[in-house]
Nanobody, 123 residues
Framework: QVQLAESGGGLVQPGGSLSLSCTVS????????MAWYRQAPGKQRELVAG???????NYADSVKGRFTISRDNAKNTVLLQMSNLKPEDTAVYYC?????????????????WGQGTQVTVSS
């Protein structure tokens, strides 16, 4: 099966910085989108940032100018660099990847989720 190795998260003071990383591995898995979602208590899960294989990115309006997403295609790793963190950034952050697997002469769309990592911004 495809493996997602997620690291980062923790407790940080407002205005501080943290970096999250996620590495995906698995034979024959071609990664398209790599993204980070988050879910705060009592709220719906939301997209934070995503990056496609060709390098295109998108960000939630609430994090633009503060977060940066990047990827290393050779290592199938996505990095989320977070700066100027605010208490409202507190949430469980989830790595999400999608792509395709060969299925004979066809391809099967697949999607995987990380286990989630807690980010807490508090003084």
């Amino acid at each position: 099966q495809v493996q997602l190795a997620e690291s980062g998260g923790g407790l940080v003071q407002p205005g501080g910085s943290l970096s999250l990383s996620c590495t995906v591995s698995g034979s024959s898995f071609s990664v398209n989108l790599m993204a980070w979602y988050r879910q705060a208590p009592g709220k719906q899960r939301e997209l934070v940032a995503g990056i496609y294989s060709r390098g295109s990115t998108n960000y939630a309006d609430s994090v633009k100018g503060r977060f940066t997403i990047s990827r290393d295609n050779a290592k199938n790793t996505v990095l989320l660099q977070m700066s100027n963190l605010k208490p409202e950034d507190t949430a469980v952050y989830y790595c999400n990847v999608d792509g395709s697997l060969p299925d004979g002469d066809k391809y099967q769309y697949v999607e995987y989720w990380g286990q989630g990592t807690q980010v807490t911004v508090s003084s």
